[in-house]
C-alpha cells in the first residue's frame, strides 16, 4: 500500500512544484475566497458606519451587532484560508499518514461551519437592509458585502465537497484490509475445505489416497467370532 496517495497526496518528494501547487482546486477556491473575504469585511469596515445626529450607526438596520458579526466572519475566514494555503502547499510533503488526516478533517470541519456562517451572514445582512429606515442611506458597498457573502457560500460549499472527497479517499486507500485475495494470482482459489484435494500443476492426488482399489480382504474371523476390519 503507498500511504503517501492516501488523503489526495502524491507522497513525500521534498520539491515543491508551484505550477502544478497555483492549478489545484482547491487552491483556486481559497484564493477566490480569500479575496471575497478581503471584500466583505473591507466594505464593512469603510462602508458599513455613517453619522447620524452625532452617533456613528450601521448600514444594516443600524445595528452594530450586524455589522460587527460580518466583519468578523470575513477577517476570519480570510486569516484560516491563508492559514489553509500554507498548509496546502507543504501538504505533499507531510510523510505521516495520520498528520494528513488531522488536515483533511480541520479543512473539512472549517469549511463546512464557514459555509454555515456565511450562510447566516447573507441572510442577516440582506434582510436587515431591506428592513433599513428612511435614514440610512444607500451605500453601493454595503450591498456589494452582501453580495459577496453569498458568493462566500458557494466558494466554501465546494471546498468542503473536495475535503469531502479526499477523506473519502484517505479512507478508502488507508484503511482497507490489509489481505489480498489474489496474492498468489489465482482469482479462482479459495480456503481448502477438509474433503479438498490441491489441483496445482505439479500436484494431483492426495499422499494418503489409494493408487487403486484394493482387492478385497478375506474378512479374519478368530475363534471368539471377532470379525476384523477390512483394510
Request: with cysteine; charged share 15%; aromatic share 16%.
Amino acid at each position: 500500500m503507498d500511504s503517501g496517495a492516501v488523503y489526495g497526496s502524491g507522497g513525500a518528494t521534498g520539491e515543491f512544484d508551484l505550477r502544478a501547487f497555483i492549478y489545484k482546486p482547491q487552491v483556486i477556491l481559497r484564493a477566490v475566497g480569500w479575496l471575497f473575504a478581503i471584500i466583505v469585511f473591507g466594505c464593512i469596515a469603510d462602508k458599513g458606519y455613517f453619522d447620524y445626529q452625532g452617533k456613528t450607526e450601521c448600514v444594516y438596520d443600524a445595528r452594530s451587532s450586524a455589522c460587527g458579526y460580518g466583519i468578523a466572519v470575513g477577517v476570519i475566514a480570510f486569516l484560516a484560508l491563508m492559514g489553509f494555503l500554507i498548509l496546502d502547499a507543504m501538504f505533499d510533503n507531510i510523510s505521516n499518514v495520520l498528520h494528513r488526516k488531522y488536515a483533511v478533517l480541520a479543512d473539512l470541519g472549517f469549511s463546512g461551519f464557514w459555509t454555515f456562517m456565511w450562510f447566516v451572514c447573507f441572510c442577516l445582512l440582506a434582510d436587515l437592509w431591506r428592513r433599513r429606515p428612511d435614514r440610512i442611506p444607500y451605500i453601493s458597498g454595503a450591498v456589494a458585502a452582501i453580495v459577496f457573502s453569498f458568493f462566500s457560500i458557494i466558494i466554501f460549499a465546494f471546498l468542503t465537497g473536495l475535503a469531502v472527497r479526499r477523506y473519502r479517499q484517505g479512507i478508502g486507500s488507508d484503511f482497507q484490509s490489509g489481505y489480498d485475495p489474489d496474492i498468489f494470482g489465482d482469482g479462482d482459489r479459495r480456503a481448502a475445505g477438509p474433503g479438498d484435494v490441491y489441483q496445482g500443476s505439479d500436484y494431483r492426488q492426495s499422499p494418503f489416497a489409494d493408487p487403486a482399489p484394493a482387492a478385497e480382504k478375506p474378512v479374519n474371523t478368530g475363534p471368539t467370532g471377532y470379525q476384523g476390519q477390512s483394510y
